[in-house]
């Protein structure tokens, strides 16, 4: 049971009721994550649209959610990890060994997502303040200064809803119960 409403595009407030309409439309059904971020008109604001901007990094789609699916597990956002995975297997074609990894919060089976991933730990770990050695093992694996700070806008998304996740303890939609995470 959510601790927070969980809207539909009829019972949110008005200023939402457009955003959630058009989200249901898209994919068919309408994640219980944005209804939950609806309580707050500028927390769905929020949201998508660092998600539209996060959409343009010069991270690809399975890097982004290499980032993701680190934030979304070592903030416990059991909401996310499952949403996560079911978009990395399913839309960016991750390997099942590299989604099963990020889960397990494991050595990623890539060396170059690997990386990734451990900056990105070391990014949430510090609050930013990386250590050289982790800064210089991202730049190894080929990533770029711009790269490095797309991560920390992966981040800041992944905290708006693993955040708002954990406070609403929002339940699974039916479309996820398949990817469904406890923690590791």
Known sequence: ???LPVHTAQSAPEPTRDALAAAEK????????LGVLANAPVALEA???LSQINARA???LQE?????LVAGTRHGCTFCVAGHTALARN?????PEVVDALRAQGVVPDERLQALAAFTEAVIQTRGRVSD???QALRDAGYTDGNALEVIVGVGLATICNFGNN???TPLNEQLRDYAWSGA
């Open 167 to 169: 406070l609403a303890q």
């Open 133 to 135: 050695e982790a800064y």
């Open 91 to 95: 839309k960016a074609r991750l390997s």
């Open 64 to 68: 982004r959610e290499v980032v993701q």
């Open 26 to 33: 898209a994919s068919g059904y309408l994640s219980n994550l």
């Open 47 to 49: 949201y998508q649209t």
């Open 58 to 60: 010069g991270l690809t």
């Open 1 to 3: 049971m959510a601790r």
